[in-house]
């Protein structure tokens, strides 16, 4: 177990542990209400907002939940949150077990946070980079469009589990990095930017993760990079976080079962290890005896394992964000 580089404190709105519905398997179905846009402590919701048109593709959005503004409203951190599901399923609306994320995520904002749920391109739509592209883009729209709702810019989170937790990690390390912009675009440098990234069971390394499996190749990495044949390490390395770690990156925290199956729990050792080697803080929870999603061997551990990350992140973002006020 690696030594955390900062504590996480208790910060949230109520002194109680959070508590969220939490069922024995992963939850894949999209059980956003129907034309829901209100929430319990006054969050208000905008679903499928557009933050990206591409010719020759979906409409790219993002779902958007804001606290309530008060009386003398002020802006809110933000926090993007990019689903998982292998960079080829997977959407804006589940993660792991949890029984209803889209309240998950309402119960954040209620806590001081503007947070939005990103849709991004899948491996069979267009290979990589395209998915940190899609990042990258709603971060700078949300960011333009700051006062619209409600966001303070410079207090940016981003959190994301499995592919998702590579996006995010990979999107948080690669601050300013122009070689991952499109072709022939001009972006408005550092608006991708994050002051905190939180991390489940994400791939930091994908040269050490195809060296793990049977035969060398893992075919959701082979059909994100769009390798013909094996992926060569120059493919690996350009798709790789560690690849872009340096001291000017956010703290991380991770999270990772040790019984992980789809990403074994060294590569949150591996990522660990780099930002640490660079001087970036970085806390990992290592969970015993869950494997991937959080998954348990009975349904109580899965709750427990679910509910202990989920209380983590938010106080990770809390720790980390609301700390900035003043700068």
Known sequence: ????????????????????????????????????????NGVTSLPDVTYSTIPGYRPLVVDIYMPPKGKKPAPKPLVLYIHGGGWVGGHTRHAGALGNFPEALARLAGEGFVVASLEYRLAAEAPFPAQVQDARAALRFLKANAVRYGIDPTRTGIWGGSAGGHLSAL????????????????????????QAAAIW?????????????????DGA?????????????????????????????????????????TVPVNQSYL????????????????????DHSFIGSTPQ?????????????FDFLHQQLDRKVAQ
């Open 1 to 40: 177990m690696l030594t955390a580089s900062f504590t996480l404190t208790a910060v949230s709105a109520s002194a109680a542990p959070r508590v969220f519905p939490v069922e024995a398997k992963p939850v894949l179905e999209d059980r956003y209400p129907a034309h829901a846009t209100h929430w319990p």
């Open 171 to 194: 999107t948080a390390m690669s601050c300013g990095d122009a070689s991952l912009d499109p072709a022939g675009t001009k972006a408005a440098t550092g608006s991708e930017c994050v």
């Open 201 to 217: 069971y994400g791939v930091f390394d994908f040269a050490a993760l195809s060296a793990g499996r049977p035969g060398g190749q």
């Open 221 to 261: 990495a082979a059909k994100l990079l769009g390798c013909d044949g094996a992926c060569t390490l120059e493919k690996f390395a350009a798709a790789s976080p560690n690849a872009y770690v340096d001291a000017k990156d956010p703290p991380f925290l991770l999270i990772h079962g040790t019984q992980d199956k």
């Open 271 to 290: 990522g660990a290890e780099k930002l640490k080697a660079a001087g970036v803080p970085v806390e990992s929870i290592i969970i015993e005896g869950v």
């Open 301 to 313: 551990q899965t709750r427990e394992a679910t509910l202990k990350a989920m209380n983590a992140t």
